[in-house]
């Protein structure tokens, strides 16, 4: 069946320094993937997202890189800010057509 | 400004009791979903609708009602037939872009925190 998953739960960073967030994807069928922020207390925010016909794609601060060799991407932040401070989650649309399916997420925390 | 409201952001029940959480938005989008989100886990897709007067099962509906009678509006029944209710609901749309294939981009409302006493 279709799943997404993150490599690691939390992940802790320097203010300034860049973070990178992983994750793993199963179905080799999937054309589209995106990244949410969300802050607590909130909805999920849309971030970014890579078609499956894309290598990589930059957005303010934030790449998103996708290699279908091993179905992964990740989420590269540059220059992390506290206010980067949330759960990360990719999400992979499934073959179900409207269905969006979401890993389990990454908490990023921002030292400062 | 466009978005998704919902209603309300805490709610407590007690066993045994239904409960009906509001989801309204004005972004004139085609498709709605309900989503639930227990700590440490991702989102679990619950119910979803493309089109007024239609809706489909998700992964986990059992212990759901939903309704669209309205474009704007995608109210969901937490029945007491929910074993496990208590958790973080919320509420996405999405416009229908049948331009780009693949794209769906969802926009969430604030979400309700559902507590069963």
């Known amino acids: 069946g279709e799943s997404v998953g993150l490599h690691l739960p939390t992940l802790s960073v320097q203010e300034g320094d860049n973070s990178i967030i992983n994750c793993a994807y199963s179905?080799?069928?999937?054309?589209?993937f995106i990244w949410y922020k969300q802050e607590s207390g909130k909805g999920p925010q849309f971030i970014i997202d890579i078609r499956s016909n894309m290598d990589k794609r930059q957005g303010q601060r934030v790449t998103v890189l996708l290699n279908k060799t091993v179905k992964h991407l990740s989420l590269q932040i540059a220059a992390t800010q506290p206010g980067d401070s949330a759960v990360y989650f990719c999400?992979?649309?499934?073959?179900?057509?409207?269905?969006?399916?979401f890993g389990a997420g990454t908490r990023l925390f921002v030292k400062a | 400004d466009g978005g998704i409201t919902q209603s309300p952001k805490y709610l407590f029940r007690k066993e045994g009791q239904n409960v009906t959480l509001s989801c309204e938005q004005n972004?004139?989008?085609?498709?709605m979903y309900w989503y639930r989100q227990d700590p440490g886990q991702g989102l679990r897709l619950i119910y979803y609708s493309q089109i007024v007067n239609d809706f489909q099962k998700g992964d986990i509906a059992e212990g759901y009602s939903v309704s669209r009678e309205k474009k704007e509006s995608f109210p969901l029944t937490v029945t007491s037939a929910q074993k496990n209710p208590t958790a973080f609901y919320l509420c996405a749309s999405s416009d229908r872009d049948l331009r780009t294939s693949g794209a769906n981009v969802l926009t969430f409302g604030a979400g309700s925190r559902l507590t069963v006493l």
């Open positions: 972004l004139n989008h085609d498709a």
């Open positions: 179905n080799s069928a999937s054309d589209y």
């Open positions: 999400a992979e649309k499934g073959t179900g057509g409207f269905k969006t399916i």
